[in-house]
């Protein structure tokens, strides 16, 4: 009895931690398209990721330490939904490049907090954030 709770216990554990890992990636519904990347980060080069027409740029000596970054990105019936992992503090801005679009909501406490973007690389069209730090972010 003890080694079939065990087993059904184990069962649940895998399962929850396989929704755990798929969560971030679904969390603005199912369905639509998704895009991923990731990169491993290097204090001497800084990193680059780009899926489903976000850019991210982290600069050179954002970070003490080499780390694996993550984009995701979910689009589904007008609706774009972003999220940058790991949640971390960067030493240098980082710049999110969300195509062009004027504004971009961001995932503060709970809630979803208006950014307008600007135009950091100076190609003329709105659509650029610089932040300190990974989160999520969506636009409609």
Do not use: C
Request: avoid cysteine; aromatic fraction near 12%; hydrophobic fraction near 50%.
């Amino acid at each position: 009895m003890k080694k079939r709770v065990f087993k059904a216990f184990t069962a649940l554990v895998l399962v929850s931690l396989l929704f755990a890992a798929l969560a971030p990636a679904a969390y603005a519904g199912g369905g639509g398209e998704r895009f991923f990347d990731e990169a491993l980060f290097q204090p001497q080069t800084g990193a680059e990721l780009e899926g489903g027409g976000i850019r991210v740029v982290v600069p050179p000596q954002a970070l003490d330490n080499a780390r694996l970054l993550r984009l995701m990105v979910s689009v589904r019936d007008g609706q774009t939904a972003v999220r940058l992992s790991p949640e971390l503090r960067f030493k240098e801005l980082v710049l999110v490049d969300f195509g062009t679009a004027p504004v971009v909501y961001y995932w503060d406490h709970g809630q979803w907090v208006t950014i307008e973007t600007i135009d950091v690389d100076q190609d003329g069209e709105v659509g650029e954030i610089l932040v300190d730090h990974f989160s999520r972010y969506a636009w409609w």
